[in-house]
């Protein structure tokens, strides 16, 4: 099996210690980079976690819900309706939840879709139950857009979950794009994995880096049903990643209502662990084709997101913005195991 492209440099930092009288202290370093992603990681194997539970009341104070758009008093009056040729009604509907276009669109095609009229879920809430209908109805919309025959190719699930993640109002939403190209980050892993198959004879680059990362039980978190569950090996966020695949399946539509139960409680147990450890934000990306391509398997990513007490820094500086390399005090193997625990103990 041709081996997949995961690389590692390790150096030390060293300095005086002006808390230990000034003795001689040494920090490793691990570099990190992925040939399927791009993505290169400085492993800093300290452990920076928030110290406390988050106030999410500040925010709440901000944007209380009399002023939200997506609340039930202001909701008709301040969200958009879409054109009579693609939804007669102008907004759609699935249980509790409701999309709708974004009133300020990244794509063409860019959607905002919210959970419920509930104007605030904590971490530790996202149950599958809160989070069925705001998924469900972003299939409904796709299922839409695939009838219109208009030659898209991509579509991803997008969320940012409250502010310290780039989420502009707390109301829980998800936002969908649909478009002809991919996207940059997409467009480097359908490349990865049409280069793996030309320089394997053949062989599928997400089956065989599913198999050699359970057969590895470093990162390899968890399976529920037909997905498998990863710490990312260079991860693209400060305190890590997890994904998500599912296997052999090339194409959005090739999701069954079964295979999204099953992300819904991995993600729930996700968000859970989150909460314990004290985070409050995170990003989180769902990308799929609109039709079946052997090389792009339906999968996700999920980045936590905090502030750094105690005067509110963000986690993102210099390093990810202008250098494309991600700090991670977070060791991808550690984040593995306390992520299985929370896997295990629900079963």
Same mark, same amino acid.
């Given at each position: 099996?041709?081996?997949?492209?995961?690389?590692?440099?390790?150096?030390?930092?060293?300095?005086?210690?002006?808390?230990?009288?000034?003795?001689?202290?040494?920090?490793?370093?691990?570099?990190?980079?992925?040939?399927?992603?791009?993505?290169?990681?400085?492993?800093?194997?300290?452990?920076?976690?928030?110290?406390?539970?988050?106030?999410?009341?500040?925010?709440?104070?901000?944007?209380?819900?009399?002023?939200?758009?997506?609340?039930?008093?202001?909701?008709?009056? =301040?969200?958009?309706?879409?054109?009579?040729?693609?939804?007669?009604?102008?907004?759609?509907?699935? $249980?509790?939840?409701?999309?709708?276009?974004?009133?300020?669109?990244?794509?063409?095609?860019?959607?905002?879709?919210?959970?419920?009229?509930?104007?605030?879920?904590?971490?530790?809430? =996202?149950?599958?139950?809160?989070?069925?209908?705001?998924?469900?109805?972003?299939?409904?919309?796709?299922?839409?857009?695939?009838?219109?025959?208009?030659?898209?190719?991509?579509?991803?699930?997008?969320?940012?979950?409250?502010?310290?993640?780039? $989420?502009?109002?707390?109301?829980?939403?998800?936002?969908?794009?649909?478009?002809?190209?991919?996207?940059?980050?997409?467009?480097?892993?359908?490349?990865?994995?049409?280069?793996?198959?030309?320089?394997?004879?053949?062989?599928?680059?997400?089956?065989?880096?599913?198999?050699?990362?359970?057969?590895?039980?470093?990162?390899?978190?968890?399976?529920?049903?037909?997905?498998?569950?990863?710490?990312?090996?260079?991860?693209? $966020?400060?305190? $890590?990643?997890?994904?998500?695949?599912?296997?052999?399946?090339?194409?959005?539509?090739?999701?069954?209502?079964?295979?999204?139960?099953?992300?819904?409680?991995?993600?729930?147990?996700?968000?859970?662990?989150?909460?314990?450890?004290?985070?409050?934000?995170?990003?989180?990306?769902?990308?799929?084709?609109?039709?079946?391509?052997?090389?792009?398997?339906?999968?996700?990513?999920?980045?936590?997101?905090?502030?750094?007490?105690?005067?509110?820094?963000?986690?993102?500086?210099?390093?990810?913005? =202008?250098?494309?390399?991600?700090?991670?005090?977070?060791?991808?193997?550690?984040?593995?195991?306390?992520?299985?625990?929370?896997?295990?103990?629900?079963?």
């Amino acid at each position: 099996m041709k081996e997949i492209g995961f690389h590692k440099e390790k150096t030390t930092g060293r300095y005086l210690n002006p808390f230990d009288d000034f003795q001689p202290k040494e920090l490793p370093i691990e570099v990190r980079y992925d040939e399927i992603t791009g993505v290169a990681s400085r492993i800093l194997p300290y452990r920076v976690r928030p110290a406390q539970k988050p106030d999410t009341d500040a925010y709440l104070e901000k944007s209380p819900s009399s002023i939200c758009p997506f609340c039930p008093e202001l909701f008709d009056k =301040l969200t958009p309706r879409f054109t009579s040729d693609i939804l007669p009604e102008g907004k759609f509907k699935t $249980g509790e939840a409701c999309l709708f276009p974004n009133a300020f669109p990244y794509d063409a095609t860019n959607t905002v879709a919210i959970f419920s009229s509930r104007h605030f879920i904590p971490l530790d809430q =996202l149950t599958p139950d809160a989070m069925r209908d705001g998924f469900a109805v972003c299939r409904d919309y796709f299922h839409r857009i695939a009838e219109m025959g208009q030659g898209y190719q991509h579509c991803s699930i997008n969320w940012n979950y409250m502010p310290p993640s780039g $989420g502009g109002l707390i109301h829980p939403h998800l936002q969908t794009i649909v478009s002809k190209k991919p996207t940059n980050f997409v467009r480097r892993l359908i490349a990865s994995a049409q280069n793996y198959e030309n320089a394997s004879g053949g062989a599928n680059l997400w089956r065989n880096l599913l198999v050699i990362e359970q057969e590895a039980c470093e990162r390899f978190i968890a399976t529920t049903g037909a997905i498998s569950w990863l710490a990312a090996f260079s991860p693209k $966020g400060m305190a $890590g990643e997890v994904d998500f695949y599912f296997r052999e399946k090339t194409s959005f539509f090739d999701l069954t209502q079964t295979n999204f139960e099953e992300m819904l409680e991995g993600l729930s147990r996700v968000f859970y662990y989150l909460y314990v450890n004290n985070f409050m934000s995170f990003n989180l990306s769902l990308y799929a084709t609109m039709t079946p391509d052997k090389n792009f398997w339906v999968h996700g990513r999920i980045v936590p997101r905090f502030e750094i007490n105690p005067i509110g820094t963000s986690d993102l500086n210099y390093f990810e913005k =202008l250098h494309d390399e991600i700090i991670c005090p977070v060791v991808p193997e550690q984040l593995c195991k306390e992520l299985q625990a929370y896997f295990t103990a629900q079963e």
